[in-house]
């Protein structure tokens, strides 16, 4: 785990922008499939004609987190990495 630290401060450090853009893409996708997962599973479970024993299983909306990935990825990577560099430059060590 330290090593996939390392190798994201690296890439941070060389291509900040590229970096953030991805990560951010990655992590809405995740949130996104984490969150359809607490939602089925809080569920409550409507009165119909269905068979008790036919329960629904848990199936991933992937248009949907493919939409909240891009958003990440078009949006919140690049926005997300201006909105601070520009009101708050990076102190420079020189």
Known sequence: MLKAWKLYQN?????????????????WGIGDIAAQK???????PHHTNVDDNEEEKFKV???????TSGFGFGFV??????????????????
């Open 77 to 94: 990577g690049p926005i997300g990495h201006y909105w601070y560099v520009v009101p708050f430059p990076p102190i420079s060590s020189h």
């Open 61 to 67: 909306n992937w248009k949907r987190a493919a939409i």
């Open 38 to 44: 607490i939602t089925y599973s809080r569920k409550i």
């Open 11 to 27: 890439c941070l450090s060389a291509h900040p922008v590229k970096t953030q853009i991805i990560s951010s893409g990655i992590l």
